[in-house]
């Protein structure tokens, strides 16, 4: 059955590593029939929550108008949400942190978000695969606070220069979570 997939991205870096890992996931996904919209949330503008609270009284999900405001239907509308990101500074980049905060419009507002399959993409510079824990544990939990199952997750260590996923195995493990959604 085809699915709705909404894929949200954390890099700046077009030819980066979580970009070719994202690339190979929208082909699996795609090659098996599913409708795919991606968001790269780097080259957007979507600011912080202000925690105003005053979600969808203008008829958009956030009062603040920006590119938020384009992604919250999409989130909506999805089977599926994958969120694809390198680590920055042992956390989740600020490029798609400002989107998973802006979510809190969509509960704020009522709308049923729950029940939605969930997966993460992520690499980090560092061997140690500890490091990735700043974007995992995160995502485990806003997934748990959602109602969101969590389908999967490829997390690589060890790549910072463009192209060092081809050194591993994170494209083919990326594709593999489409066979999970």
Not at 114 to 132: N, P, Y
Not at 140 to 161: D, F, I, Q, S, Y
Request: include cysteine; hydrophobic fraction near 45%.
């Amino acid at each position: 059955m085809s699915k709705k997939i909404v894929v949200i991205t954390g890099s700046p870096r077009k030819n980066g590593n979580s970009f070719a890992m994202t690339d190979a996931f929208i082909r699996a996904a795609e090659a098996k029939g599913h409708t795919v919209t991606r968001f790269d949330a780097a080259m957007m503008e979507v600011g912080g929550c202000r925690a105003c609270e005053t979600c969808f009284k203008t008829g958009n999900a956030c009062s603040f108008d920006d590119d938020f405001n384009t992604i919250a239907p999409a989130i909506l509308e999805a089977d599926a949400l994958v969120f694809t990101m390198p680590v920055y500074w042992y956390s989740i980049p600020a490029q798609i942190k400002a989107v998973i905060d802006r979510i809190y419009s969509l509960v704020v507002g009522g709308k049923d978000i729950a029940g939605k399959a969930c997966a993460l993409i992520a690499c980090c510079e560092e061997e140690d695969r500890s490091v990735l824990d700043g974007v995992r544990i995160p995502m485990e939990r806003t997934a748990a606070l959602n109602k969101w199952h969590m389908v999967g997750e490829v997390l690589v260590p060890g790549v910072l220069h463009p192209g060092d996923i081809e050194k591993t195995d994170g494209c083919r493990l990326a594709a593999g979570l489409a066979d999970k959604i």
